[in-house]
């Protein structure tokens, strides 16, 4: 749980940052100048879209890491080197 609160709370920083750093240097009044694009809306679904690829390629990487390599996880330690690694 505390994974995925401190997950959640990485991607809403730099979601911030972003728009902030976009803000100070005026990008969001050139385009709503320019062409209209409503700068709020596309951060909100930056924002989804990045969350959504972010959510699914952590709960593939734990999958897809040990079907690369072969891993077998040990759940009881049969060795005295196996509880070493499992301690």
Known sequence: MKRIFLFVLTNLAVVFVINITLRLLGVDRVLDQGGGINFSNLLVMSAVIGFAGSIIS????????????????????SDPTERWLVE
């Open 58 to 77: 952590l709960f593939m990487s734990k999958w897809s890491a040990k079907r690369m390599v072969n891993a077998q996880v040990i759940e009881t330690p």
